[in-house]
């Protein structure tokens, strides 16, 4: 029902943009987002909220000119006033010469599975009561758990888009999700680990065994010692390898760094880059993706992207909306924002899927002599984009593995690599994929990481 | 702008409200964009039962430093608003400089120019009878050129990277960033770069200038300072802190030389403001003083769990569809007694650092990395040759202890619009006021 009122409204809107003296062109999406979110910390809830908002956004083309305006209200009036507000700044807007048109329709199939009703009329005594499950779960592991925090997240995201050359689509998603840290404490000594889960289906979330399992990891992680920087076998959960990928789809994957000469995928077309282990793909049609949405931001149907291929980038690694596409001739691959995010931005994957392996996490360790085991990457950011270099730090449950086996937790380190030099040789990926968000990841062995600090937890 | 067209001119509204509510001795939350009188009365119905559900969950109830409720209005005095300001006139003015740019060589491959501005009107009401009517504007902007060469890529921002600089000030702050006269020195250095030698991996004196130091700043005292992070609350998420409870008043920070305060009322920071979303009247405090840790931002309820007296006045939302959080106002390094040219004719081996360009900080907000546009190599006393990709690492109380000057001549507030923090997440804009800095014997360059 969200969408087809989205949808009428679109249409209403867009009718009322064409009226206006020269414009030629109209594209626009109406949303609804429902949020409640219960969050905890110190093992009680501390944050409970619930928010509803919608709006429009609206771009005006009038020749080459364009006005964009994202109203976050439905209100008829405000509509009303957008639309004007629009109209005016393409009129004094300077023409893009490299904006060629709003995209033409395509045909499109909605995807099975997106939205589950029980999901969205979850109540707040419902995430209470998984919340204190996770709580007295993380507690009746040892005494040592001193504080259990994170958060249980419900949100719908519905958007409609239509636009004056015939587009109308729409979509909408539910999706549940529960993060837990918990803090553990020995002596002078505290210990951290968090496990998190994500699905479209509010009852497969299981907050027990997300609290279990965190306090498990946590109690091994006090008393850490302290190792020397430089590089390390590495042993990645697949959180960690997430948190990568989800760096490279935005610095490296996207039309916009790859125009701009900041992606090293323009450097590097054709090249086998990275183990010929390793394949990656961005496919919102794919059953282990989280926001199954199968039009991106401009009503245009998302095609599944081959971003990594054996190792390989090429020029179908990259992930355009219809104006970047645009301007190298090209059809747009659906990779334009939703509107739910905001302002467009630059296109990017947010479906992305790592190939899964026939490693468990176990062989992995038992495979490695000395090397370290890592929960999660804490503050990433690229340092040289162009060159893939990320830093950033291990958090949450960070372990020494020697001879095959987890032997000591260690004190919170500082990568600097280049994911070129990282992941070129990935002797063994995870059998297990893992939905985090934007990414389906494996765990994943790497040969070395560079390791050029080190903290004082 | 981008290439010197528009590639978006974009406006936002908003327009919502959100009830905060203690039952039971619980918070609930509940917001809405559908301003209309059933609606209201909705949301108000869900906070409550959301507020109950919290009561299933809590050891303790909540309890709150009182407040002096109060009748009042504030306003951000501008000269110029800058909604009133034609669009093509603040058009015509980025096209300009990326013009400019774009002339200084066919290398510079991308140019951007932003310029930014928001109006937030507030009305805080409270079952405490406080009634405050807020107007909050800024406004700002800046350049950036991108040159790349043989798949090097180098850039250079003014007045400050991530979009420029920006203050709650009228339009009149953004002509006096002067881009157009900026300009040209922005496409060649970014150009300079190109050919510049490659940073140093040494341990070195480091200076930093105001545009770096901010964010050094905001990441390693700013943050930490936070009491609702030091409790835990944002133990999920940005981590905690290592300036835990015990430490206050007693622990070193940094060097005597290093004052640090916590200061909403400073003119044209972009934490600036009246009234925090709690009603409390915007206030300065002391976070570090001679060096010492000796003060949290805080808010009424983080402030009565750590028995302090009263609230530091920093509670924010960024949305009436979100939370008040305890967020940076605008926090500042006081001025030392030095002179900027002064830290570089006094330094014998270092190099200088301007303009971020990466940062990284720890759960703890202890091992930081931060990376600049671009370096000089200083010897003897002046600067010799430029350096590319320069970065520094560090662990704070210890990179703190190593500051022995801070400028007073270049000292000016440095706006950030982008602060995450919370879950769900929630941008803030605030304020960094400062001068250049030197840090002895600091490691800077990426370690081999």
């Given at each position: 029902?969200?969408?087809?009122?989205?949808?009428?409204?679109?249409?209403?809107?867009?009718?009322?943009?064409?009226?206006?003296?020269?414009?030629?062109?109209?594209?626009?999406?109406?949303?609804?987002?429902?949020?409640?979110?219960?969050?905890?910390?110190?093992?009680?809830?501390?944050?409970?909220?619930a928010?509803?908002?919608?709006?429009?956004?609206?771009?005006?083309?009038?020749?080459?000119?364009?006005?964009?305006?994202?109203?976050?209200?439905?209100?008829?009036?405000?509509?009303?006033?957008?639309?004007?507000?629009?109209?005016?700044?393409?009129?004094?807007t300077?023409?893009?010469?490299?904006?060629?048109?709003?995209?033409e329709?395509?045909?499109?199939?909605?995807?099975?599975?997106?939205?589950?009703?029980?999901?969205?009329?979850?109540?707040?005594?419902?995430?209470?009561?998984?919340?204190?499950?996770?709580?007295?779960?993380?507690?009746?592991?040892?005494?040592?758990?001193?504080a259990?925090?994170?958060?249980?997240?419900?949100?719908?995201?519905?958007?409609?888009?239509?636009?004056?050359?015939?587009?109308?689509?729409?979509t909408?998603?539910?999706?549940?999700?529960?993060?837990?840290?918990?803090?553990?404490?020995?002596?002078?000594?505290?210990?951290?680990?968090?496990?998190?889960?994500?699905?479209?289906?509010?009852?497969?979330?299981?907050?027990?065994?997300?609290?279990?399992?965190?306090?498990?990891?946590?109690?091994?992680?006090?008393?850490?010692?302290?190792?020397?920087?430089?590089?390390?076998?590495?042993?990645?959960?697949?959180?960690?390898?997430?948190?990568?990928?989800?760096?490279?789809?935005?610095?490296?994957?996207?039309?916009?760094?790859?125009?701009?000469?900041?992606?090293?995928?323009?450097?590097?077309?054709?090249k086998?880059?990275?183990?010929?282990?390793?394949?990656?793909?961005?496919?919102?049609?794919?059953?282990?993706?989280?926001?199954?949405?199968?039009?991106?931001?401009?009503?245009?149907?998302?095609v599944?992207?081959q971003?990594?291929?054996?190792?390989?980038?090429?020029?179908?690694?990259?992930?355009?909306?219809?104006?970047?596409?645009?301007?190298e001739?090209?059809?747009?691959?659906?990779?334009?924002l939703?509107?739910?995010?905001?302002?467009?931005?630059?296109?990017?994957?947010?479906?992305?899927?790592?190939?899964?392996?026939?490693?468990?996490?176990?062989e992995?360790?038992?495979?490695?002599?000395?090397?370290?085991?890592?929960?999660?990457?804490?503050?990433?950011?690229?340092?040289?984009?162009?060159?893939?270099?990320?830093?950033?730090?291990?958090?949450?449950?960070?372990?020494?593995?020697?001879?095959?086996?987890?032997?000591?937790?260690?004190?919170?380190?500082?990568?600097?690599?280049?994911?070129?030099?990282?992941?070129?040789?990935?002797?063994?990926?995870?059998?297990?994929?893992?939905?985090?968000?934007?990414?389906?990841?494996?765990?994943m062995?790497?040969?070395?990481?560079?390791?050029?600090?080190?903290?004082?937890? | 702008?981008?290439?010197?067209?528009?590639?978006?001119?974009?406006?936002?509204?908003?327009?919502?409200?959100?009830?905060?509510?203690?039952?039971?001795?619980?918070?609930?939350?509940?917001?809405?964009?559908?301003?209309?009188?059933?609606?209201?009365?909705?949301?108000?119905?869900?906070?409550?039962?959301?507020?109950?559900?919290?009561?299933?969950?809590?050891?303790?109830?909540?309890?709150?430093?009182?407040?002096?409720?109060?009748?009042?209005?504030?306003?951000?005095?501008?000269?110029?608003?800058?909604?009133?300001?034609?669009l093509?006139?603040k058009?015509?003015?980025?096209?300009?400089?990326?013009?400019?740019?774009?002339?200084?060589?066919?290398?510079?491959?991308?140019?951007?120019?932003?310029?930014?501005?928001?109006?937030?009107?507030?009305?805080?009401?409270?079952?405490?009878?406080?009634?405050?009517?807020?107007?909050?504007?800024?406004?700002?902007?800046?350049?950036?050129?991108?040159?790349?060469?043989?798949?090097?890529?180098?850039?250079?921002?003014?007045?400050?990277?991530?979009?420029?600089?920006?203050?709650?000030?009228?339009?009149?702050?953004?002509?006096?960033?002067?881009?157009?006269?900026?300009?040209?020195k922005?496409?060649?250095?970014?150009?300079?770069?190109?050919?510049?030698?490659?940073?140093?991996?040494?341990?070195?004196?480091?200076?930093?200038?105001?545009?770096?130091?901010?964010?050094?700043?905001?990441?390693?005292?700013?943050?930490?300072?936070?009491?609702?992070?030091?409790?835990?609350?944002?133990?999920?998420?940005?981590?905690?802190?290592?300036?835990?409870?015990?430490?206050?008043?007693?622990?070193?920070?940094?060097?005597?030389?290093?004052?640090?305060?916590?200061?909403?009322?400073?003119p044209?920071?972009?934490?600036?403001?009246?009234?925090?979303?709690?009603?409390?009247?915007?206030?300065?405090?002391?976070?570090?003083?001679?060096?010492?840790f000796?003060?949290?931002?805080?808010?009424?309820?983080?402030?009565?769990?750590?028995?302090?007296?009263?609230s530091?006045?920093?509670?924010?939302?960024?949305?009436?569809?979100?939370?008040?959080?305890?967020?940076?106002?605008?926090?500042?390094?006081?001025?030392?007694?030095?002179?900027?040219?002064?830290?570089?004719?006094?330094?014998?081996?270092g190099?200088?650092?301007?303009?971020?360009?990466?940062?990284?900080?720890d759960?703890?907000?202890?091992?930081?990395?931060?990376?600049?546009?671009?370096?000089?190599?200083?010897?003897?006393?002046?600067r010799?040759?430029?350096?590319?990709?320069?970065t520094?690492t560090?662990?704070?109380?210890?990179?703190?202890?190593?500051c022995?000057?801070?400028?007073?001549?270049?000292?000016?507030?440095?706006?950030t619009?982008?602060?995450g923090?919370?879950?769900?997440?929630?941008?803030?804009?605030?304020?960094h006021?400062?001068?250049?800095?030197?840090?002895?014997?600091?490691?800077?360059?990426?370690?081999?």
């Amino acid at each position: 029902m969200t969408t087809k009122r989205l949808l009428e409204i679109a249409k209403n809107t867009m009718e009322q943009a064409l009226e206006q003296d020269g414009v030629n062109q109209v594209q626009v999406a109406a949303f609804q987002v429902n949020s409640a979110l219960t969050r905890y910390a110190n093992s009680q809830i501390h944050q409970n909220v619930a928010s509803k908002r919608g709006g429009i956004a609206i771009k005006v083309v009038a020749g080459q000119k364009i006005g964009n305006l994202l109203v976050n209200s439905l209100e008829k009036a405000q509509i009303k006033d957008a639309v004007s507000s629009a109209v005016k700044v393409a009129r004094v807007t300077p023409p893009n010469k490299d904006f060629k048109s709003l995209p033409e329709p395509t045909k499109w199939a909605p995807i099975k599975d997106a939205y589950h009703k029980e999901t969205t009329e979850c109540t707040p005594d419902y995430r209470a009561e998984r919340v204190k499950e996770a709580i007295d779960a993380a507690h009746s592991k040892s005494q040592l758990v001193r504080a259990v925090a994170g958060s249980f997240s419900i949100e719908s995201l519905a958007f409609a888009v239509v636009n004056s050359l015939g587009i109308s689509a729409w979509t909408e998603v539910a999706i549940a999700s529960i993060q837990t840290t918990v803090i553990s404490k020995s002596a002078n000594s505290q210990g951290f680990s968090s496990e998190e889960q994500y699905s479209r289906k509010v009852g497969d979330i299981d907050a027990a065994k997300v609290g279990r399992q965190a306090a498990e990891k946590s109690i091994r992680s006090v008393n850490p010692c302290k190792i020397p920087i430089g590089e390390y076998e590495v042993v990645l959960s697949p959180r960690a390898v997430a948190t990568l990928f989800m760096y490279l789809g935005y610095m490296s994957f996207s039309a916009t760094s790859y125009q701009d000469g900041q992606s090293f995928v323009k450097y590097n077309l054709g090249k086998r880059v990275f183990d010929k282990k390793l394949n990656a793909y961005d496919d919102p049609r794919n059953l282990r993706t989280l926001y199954k949405f199968p039009i991106d931001g401009e009503g245009v149907p998302k095609v599944k992207i081959q971003l990594v291929v054996e190792g390989r980038v090429s020029e179908k690694s990259i992930c355009y909306d219809s104006f970047t596409a645009g301007k190298e001739g090209r059809m747009s691959t659906g990779h334009a924002l939703p509107p739910i995010f905001g302002f467009r931005g630059r296109p990017m994957p947010f479906n992305i899927l790592i190939a899964s392996g026939d490693a468990s996490e176990e062989e992995m360790i038992q495979e490695t002599k000395r090397g370290l085991f890592i929960t999660r990457f804490h503050y990433t950011n690229p340092v040289e984009p162009s060159k893939a270099i990320l830093t950033g730090l291990t958090r949450d449950g960070t372990f020494l593995i020697e001879d095959g086996e987890l032997t000591k937790p260690v004190v919170n380190l500082r990568y600097t690599d280049s994911m070129l030099s990282a992941l070129k040789i990935v002797p063994m990926l995870g059998k297990d994929l893992e939905i985090l968000e934007d990414v389906t990841a494996p765990a994943m062995k790497l040969e070395k990481l560079r390791f050029t600090g080190v903290t004082e937890h | 702008m981008k290439n010197g067209v528009p590639e978006e001119v974009h406006i936002s509204r908003m327009k919502g409200f959100g009830l905060r509510v203690l039952a039971e001795g619980s918070w609930g939350f509940a917001a809405s964009v559908d301003v209309t009188k059933s609606e209201v009365v909705k949301v108000a119905r869900k906070a409550v039962t959301i507020a109950r559900a919290s009561a299933k969950v809590n050891k303790k109830p909540v309890s709150l430093r009182n407040l002096e409720a109060k009748k009042a209005n504030y306003s951000t005095p501008v000269r110029k608003d800058p909604f009133k300001i034609p669009l093509d006139e603040k058009m015509g003015i980025l096209m300009e400089a990326e013009r400019i740019i774009a002339k200084q060589s066919p290398l510079i491959k991308v140019s951007y120019s932003f310029f930014r501005t928001k109006r937030e009107k507030k009305l805080l009401m409270s079952t405490e009878g406080t009634e405050i009517h807020q107007q909050i504007i800024w406004c700002g902007g800046g350049l950036m050129a991108v040159a790349i060469k043989n798949g090097e890529v180098q850039r250079r921002s003014y007045p400050s990277s991530f979009r420029g600089n920006f203050s709650t000030s009228g339009y009149e702050f953004f002509e006096s960033l002067k881009l157009t006269q900026e300009a040209k020195k922005v496409g060649q250095e970014a150009l300079q770069l190109l050919g510049a030698e490659r940073c140093p991996s040494a341990t070195k004196d480091l200076i930093i200038t105001g545009d770096q130091l901010a964010l050094q700043i905001h990441e390693s005292c700013g943050h930490p300072t936070e009491l609702d992070r030091a409790l835990g609350m944002e133990a999920d998420y940005a981590g905690t802190s290592f300036l835990t409870p015990d430490k206050l008043d007693t622990f070193r920070y940094g060097s005597k030389k290093v004052n640090i305060v916590a200061d909403a009322t400073v003119p044209g920071g972009l934490g600036t403001f009246g009234y925090d979303d709690e009603g409390i009247p915007a206030k300065k405090i002391y976070l570090v003083k001679e060096g010492v840790f000796v003060g949290y931002q805080s808010s009424r309820e983080t402030a009565a769990l750590l028995g302090l007296k009263e609230s530091s006045g920093g509670m924010r939302a960024d949305s009436p569809l979100k939370l008040p959080l305890i967020r940076m106002t605008n926090i500042n390094l006081l001025e030392g007694d030095w002179k900027a040219e002064e830290l570089i004719e006094d330094t014998r081996d270092g190099i200088l650092m301007q303009t971020n360009r990466s940062w990284s900080i720890d759960d703890r907000r202890l091992n930081f990395q931060f990376g600049a546009e671009i370096g000089w190599k200083v010897k003897r006393g002046s600067r010799e040759g430029m350096v590319r990709n320069p970065t520094y690492t560090g662990i704070t109380p210890q990179f703190w202890g190593s500051c022995d000057a801070i400028s007073k001549d270049d000292w000016m507030m440095w706006g950030t619009p982008n602060c995450g923090k919370g879950v769900p997440g929630q941008v803030m804009y605030v304020g960094h006021g400062c001068g250049s800095a030197r840090f002895k014997k600091t490691q800077v360059g990426l370690i081999k």
